[in-house]
């Protein structure tokens, strides 16, 4: 089976910066997009940055100029540095990857990370 698991996640003031990891372990033949998503108190969840294999990214406007987020292929791994973090950011981040698999490919999630941006 494979398991997403993410690290990184705290408390954090207004302006400060956060860096999430999630790391992808299992019997993986390949991980094709990877990307992270947020979810707040009451809200959907909502894409926040995909990046493809080649590492070509995509990103949310709400974020866009503020988040980057990146990828190490042989680590099977995705980040996500957070810059002039905003309370509005305050959300639990979930990590997802398309997998392939033996036979098939499949989308995966994380356990999420909790993100609080408060003073």
């Known amino acids: 089976q494979v398991q997403l698991v993410e690290s990184g996640g705290g408390l954090v003031q207004p302006g400060g910066s956060l860096r999430l990891s999630c790391a992808a372990s299992?019997?993986?033949?390949?991980?094709?997009?990877m990307g992270w998503y947020r979810q707040a108190p009451g809200k959907q969840r909502e894409l926040v940055a995909t990046?493809?294999?080649?590492?070509?990214?995509n990103y949310a406007d709400s974020v866009k100029g503020r988040f980057t987020i990146s990828r190490d292929n042989a680590k099977n791994t995705v980040y996500l540095q957070m810059n002039s973090l905003k309370p509005e950011d305050t959300a639990v981040y979930y990590c997802?990857?398309?997998?392939?698999?033996?036979?098939?490919?499949?989308?995966?999630w994380g356990q999420g990370t909790q993100v609080v941006v408060s003073s």
């Open positions: 997802n990857a398309d997998v392939q698999l033996r036979w098939s490919t499949r989308g995966f």
């Open positions: 990046i493809t294999s080649g590492g070509n990214p």
């Open positions: 299992g019997i993986i033949f390949g991980i094709n997009a």
